[in-house]
C-alpha cells in the first residue's frame, strides 16, 4: 500500500494518510504500514496514519540533528522572535486546531479550545526563556575568581504523548525544548495524530527553521527508534502506567534523560461540612467532562458519612440531564459529552462496569450500551454512576478512563486519608470542605503529587509544574514550569581566572584551597 503526505488520497479506500512531517515538510510514508484514524462520533475512518520503519525513523532523527545545528546557533534574541511568532499564530487560528481535536478525538470543541488554552499557557511561558535561562554568577569566590553557570541545550530531545490532550501534551513540552535550544522528534498517539502536524506547519510560518520541529508517525518501533537512538538525548513521555514504567526503564538503560508520565485513578474526599451542591457540581465537571478522558478526571468520590446518599442522589440528578452527542456540535448546539476514543476503548470501559456489578456494587446510572440518534454507529459511553464499590474490585483499582463514577463511603476523615494514600497511582486528588484545618492536614499528608483544595482538577498552571507521584510519574522531573526549563537544559559551572602577573604565586602542588 503506497503511503503519502498529509492531503494525497489513499487509492485503495480513498482516505488521506497523515504522513511525518520532517526537513520543514510533509513527508509521505513508504513503510506499507498504516492504522486507521477514526471520527468516534460516527465511527468512521476519516483517514490512516503512517506508521515509521527504520529508515524513517533515521531520516527523522537526522533531519533533527541537522535542525539543532542551526538553531542552536540563532541568538536569544532570533529564537525569541520565533517563539512570539508562533504563540501569535496559534492565538489566531487557534479554532481550526479546536476541529482538529474534536474531528479525530471527539471531545466537545469548546473543551477543546480549553485543552488549547492551557497548553497556551506553558507557550506564553516560553516566550520568556531568556530570563529563565539566565545562569548565575559569583565573582571573587577566592581571589582573582569567579565562578558562573550557564544553561545549555541537550540537543535532539523526544516527545511521546497520548491520545487524550493532542495538542496540550506535546505543548507541556516542545514550547520550553524549543526555547532552549534544542530540537523536537514529537511521536504523537496513532490514534489522533493531525493536531501535531498543524502544528508543526504553525511553526513553520513562525520561522522555526527546518528540523528543529519534526513529527514522526508511528507505534512501537517509531518509539523503540527514539529509545535507542544515540543522537536522542531525552524522552518525554506521557501514558498509561505500564508504557511509562517500560519508557523510564528503557531510555534510562540507553543513558537518556527521562521524564515518563503515567495513568491515575484520581479520589475527591468529601468532608460533611462541605457545600452538596458546589460538590455535586464539580464531581460532575470532573468525572465527566471529556468523557472521563482526562488524567485528572476524579474517577472515585470519597464520601464522609452522613452525606453520601444526598450527594448521589445530587450527582444522579446532573448526569441524567447531559446531553451526549457529536463533539462537533449541530443544530441543537454543543453536547456536554461526546464519545470515547475508539469501539475497543468503549467496550473496556463497559467491561469495568460490568466487573463492578459482578464484585457487588451498586449502578445507580447506567452508561452501557447507549446509542445517539443519527450517530448510531459512534463510540458511545453514557454517564455511570457507581455506588458501593468494594475497593477490591479491579473496577476500583484500575484506572478505567471513562465517564464512570464510583463512590466509596467512609465514616472519617483519616478513613479517606488512608483509602486515597493506599493506591498504587498518586496523579491528583482534591478535599472539598470548609473547615480549613482539615485541608491542610490532608495537603500535609496526602500521597498525591497534585492537591486541589475545593477545586476538582488542580492541573497546575505553567509556571509551576505538572506532575503527579508514585506509579504516575516516573523519574525525578515534572513536565514545564521551572522543572520542564531544567529538564531540558545542561549546566555547565566555570570557574575562571585571569591571572594577574603580579599576584601569581608560582609553583605550589596543593589542593586548591580558597
Ligand atoms: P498509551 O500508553 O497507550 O500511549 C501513549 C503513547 O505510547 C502513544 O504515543 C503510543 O503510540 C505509545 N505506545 C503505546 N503502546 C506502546 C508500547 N507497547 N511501546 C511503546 N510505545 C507505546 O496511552 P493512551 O491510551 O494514548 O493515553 C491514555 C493514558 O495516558 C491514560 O492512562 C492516562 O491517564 C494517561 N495520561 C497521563 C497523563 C499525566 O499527566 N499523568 C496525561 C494524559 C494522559
Known amino acids: 500500500m503506497a503511503t503519502h503526505g498529509n492531503s494525497t488520497p489513499l487509492d485503495t479506500d480513498s482516505v488521506p494518510i497523515v ?22 462520533a460516527t465511527g468512521a475512518v476519516t483517514a490512516h496514519v503512517a506508521l515509521a520503519d ?51 478525538h471527539g471531545k466537545v470543541t469548546s473543551d477543546a479550545l480549553g485543552e488549547i488554552a492551557r497548553g497556551q499557557e506553558v507557550v506564553d511561558l516560553a516566550t520568556g526563556f531568556p530570563q529563565l535561562l539566565k545562569g548565575g554568577y559569583s565573582e571573587n569566590v577566592s581571589t582573582g ?21 493532542p495538542a496540550m501534551v506535546p505543548m507541556w513540552f516542545f514550547p520550553i525544548a524549543i526555547a532552549a535550544g534544542n530540537a523536537v522528534v514529537m511521536k504523537p498517539s496513532e490514534k489522533d495524530p493531525s493536531a501535531s502536524i498543524w502544528l508543526a506547519q504553525l511553526w513553520k510560518e513562525a520561522g522555526l527553521p527546518d528540523g528543529v520541529f519534526t513529527v514522526l508517525q508511528g507505534d512501537k518501533l517509531a518509539v523503540d527508534g527514539l529509545l535507542e ?6 524522552i518525554s513521555f506521557v501514558g498509561s502506567t505500564p508504557i511509562a514504567q517500560y519508557i523510564y526503564e528503557t531510555a534510562a538503560r540507553n543513558g537518556k534523560r527521562v521524564q515518563a508520565l503515567g495513568g491515575a485513578k484520581n479520589h475527591m474526599l468529601v468532608l460533611p461540612d462541605a457545600d452538596l451542591d458546589l460538590v455535586a457540581d464539580q464531581a460532575v465537571n470532573a468525572g465527566y467532562g471529556a468523557a472521563g478522558e482526562r488524567c485528572m478526571a476524579i474517577s472515585v468520590v470519597v464520601a464522609v458519612e452522613p452525606v453520601a446518599d444526598e450527594l448521589i442522589a445530587k450527582i444522579a440528578d446532573r448526569i441524567r440531564n447531559l446531553k451526549i452527542g457529536n463533539g462537533a456540535g449541530g443544530t441543537d448546539g454543543e453536547p456536554d ?24 456494587a451498586t449502578i445507580v ?3 452501557r450500551g447507549l446509542t445517539v440518534d443519527g450517530h448510531e454507529d459512534g463510540f458511545w459511553f453514557g454517564p455511570t454512576l457507581i455506588d458501593d464499590i468494594p475497593t477490591t474490585s479491579r473496577a476500583y483499582q484500575e484506572e478505567i478512563f471513562g465517564p464512570v463514577l464510583s463512590i ?39 500521597q498525591v503529587g497534585m492537591i486541589g483544595i475545593n477545586v476538582p482538577i488542580p492541573v497546575p498552571v505553567a509556571y509551576h509544574s505538572f506532575g503527579g507521584w508514585k506509579a504516575s510519574l516516573f523519574g525525578d522531573a515534572k513536565a514545564y514550569g521551572a522543572q520542564g526549563f531544567n529538564f531540558f537544559t545542561r549546566e555547565k559551572a566555570v570557574t575562571s581566572r585571569w591571572l594577574d602577573p603580579a599576584k601569581h604565586g608560582g609553583i605550589n602542588l596543593g589542593f586548591p584551597q580558597n
Open 19 to 40: 504522513g511525518h512531517w520532517i526537513d520543514g515538510n510533509h513527508a509521505p510514508s513508504h513503510s506499507g504500514r498504516t492504522a486507521p484514524i477514526h471520527n468516534p
Open 54 to 104: 527504520d529508515g524513517e525513523i533515521a531520516a527523522a532523527i537526522a533531519s533533527a540533528q541537522r535542525g539543532f545545528e542551526t538553531w542552536s546557533g540563532y541568538s536569544i534574541s532570533k529564537r525569541q522572535t520565533v517563539l512570539f511568532a508562533f504563540r501569535e499564530l496559534l492565538n489566531a487560528r487557534k479554532s481550526e486546531l479546536a476541529d482538529i481535536i474534536t474531528a479525530e
Open 145 to 165: 575568581i569567579d565562578v558562573y553557570s550557564i544553561k545549555q541545550p541537550l540537543g535532539v530531545v523526544g516527545v511521546i504523548s497520548p491520545f487524550n490532550f
Open 229 to 234: 537512538s544515540p543522537i536522542v538525548q531525552s
Open 337 to 360: 459529552m461526546g464519545p470515547l476514543i475508539t469501539d475497543v476503548h468503549r467496550d473496556k470501559v463497559s467491561s469495568y462496569v460490568d466487573i463492578a456489578e459482578a464484585d457487588g
Open 365 to 367: 446510572v447506567d452508561g
Open 408 to 446: 466509596v463511603r467512609v465514616t472519617t476523615f483519616q478513613e479517606g486519608l488512608d483509602l486515597i494514600n493506599s493506591g498504587m497511582f498518586g496523579n491528583g486528588t482534591a478535599i472539598f470542605t470548609n473547615d480549613g484545618g482539615a485541608a491542610r492536614r490532608f495537603q500535609n499528608e496526602v
